[in-house]
C-alpha cells in the first residue's frame, strides 16, 4: 500500500534518514523501532507533509504520494507523540470540528461517544480541552485520528501518558483496524507493546535502516530466537552492530 523508497532528509549538515526504505502493508501493524534520535520522527513528518524529504520516493499504491496530496491526506491519520489539540475548545467540539474538516458526515458520528466511553473520558467531553491531562489529550487525539476509519494510519508513541486500561482498549481498537484493511505504522519505545501487535518489524539507527522482517526473523538476527524483541533490538542496534542489514 506505502512505499518509501530510498528516503533522506538533510538538516544542514546533519543527514536525519540517509536511504530508508520499507513498506506498510494493508491489514498489518507495522513497528518502526530505534533509539531516540534515530529518524523516527523525522521519517513521520515526512509522510505526513510537515517536511519534505531532499531525495527518495514515498508511493501509494505505486504512485508518488506528491502527485495528489489532497487525496492521500484524506486517507491518512496521525497520532503525534505531543497531541495537537485546541485548549479553547471541548473535546466533544474538537472532535466535531475534524468531522467537519473531513465531512464525516452526522449518522457516522455516533462513533463519537463511542470512543469517548472506550477510554473512559465520555463525562469530561464537554469540558475544555485546557483542563485536561496529558493521558486525556492523548486519548482524544487518537480519537481524532481514526473517527474517519483510515486506509493508513501513523503513530508516534500512541500510548505515553496513557494509563494502563486505555492502553489495553486501544490495542485492541488497533487490532481492530488491522482486520478491517489498515495499514497502520507504529513507533513505540515500549518494545512489549511491539511485540505482541506488529507483523512485520524494522529498526533504524542515525538515520539508517538495520533490518526488517518478522518477529521471528528480528529475533534470530538478535542471535536469540527464543528471547524477547529487547534482547534482539539491543544486540542489533549496539557499536558492534552497526553494519547489520
Not at 132 to 154: Q, T, V
Amino acid at each position: 500500500m506505502l512505499t518509501v523508497k530510498n528516503l533522506y532528509k538533510r538538516y544542514g549538515n546533519f543527514e536525519a534518514l540517509s536511504g530508508v526504505s520499507f513498506e506498510l502493508r494493508a491489514g498489518e501493524i507495522f513497528g518502526y523501532l530505534g533509539p531516540n534520535g534515530a529518524g523516527k520522527s523525522t521519517t513521520l513528518k515526512l509522510l505526513t507533509f510537515a517536511s519534505a524529504p531532499d531525495g527518495g520516493e514515498i508511493l501509494f499504491n505505486g504512485s508518488s504520494v506528491f502527485d495528489n496530496a489532497d487525496e492521500f491526506k484524506k486517507m491518512l491519520g496521525y497520532v503525534p507523540e505531543v497531541p495537537y489539540v485546541y485548549d479553547m475548545l471541548t473535546g466533544r467540539e474538537f472532535l466535531n470540528f475534524i468531522c467537519d474538516m473531513r465531512k464525516i458526515d452526522f449518522s457516522a458520528r455516533k462513533e463519537i461517544d463511542y470512543y469517548l466511553d472506550c477510554f473512559d473520558i465520555l463525562n469530561d467531553a464537554d469540558k475544555l480541552i485546557s483542563s485536561y491531562s496529558n493521558g486525556m489529550r492523548k486519548k482524544i487525539s487518537i480519537i481524532s485520528a481514526i473517527l474517519h476509519k483510515p486506509k493508513i494510519l501513523l503513530l508516534d508513541e500512541p500510548t505515553s501518558a496513557m494509563d494502563a486500561i486505555s492502553a489495553k482498549k486501544f490495542k485492541d481498537i488497533l487490532v481492530g483496524l488491522k482486520e478491517s484493511g489498515s495499514a497502520i505504522l507504529l513507533t513505540t519505545h515500549v518494545l512489549e507493546i511491539a511485540e505482541k501487535l506488529c507483523q512485520r518489524i524494522a529498526i533504524i539507527n542515525k538515520g539508517k535502516k538495520l533490518i526488517e522482517g518478522t518477529l521471528a526473523e528480528i529475533k534470530n538476527a538478535g542471535k536469540n530466537p527464543a528471547g524477547e524483541l529487547e534482547d534482539a533490538f539491543l544486540m542489533i542496534t549496539g557499536p558492534r552492530q552497526e553494519t547489520a542489514g
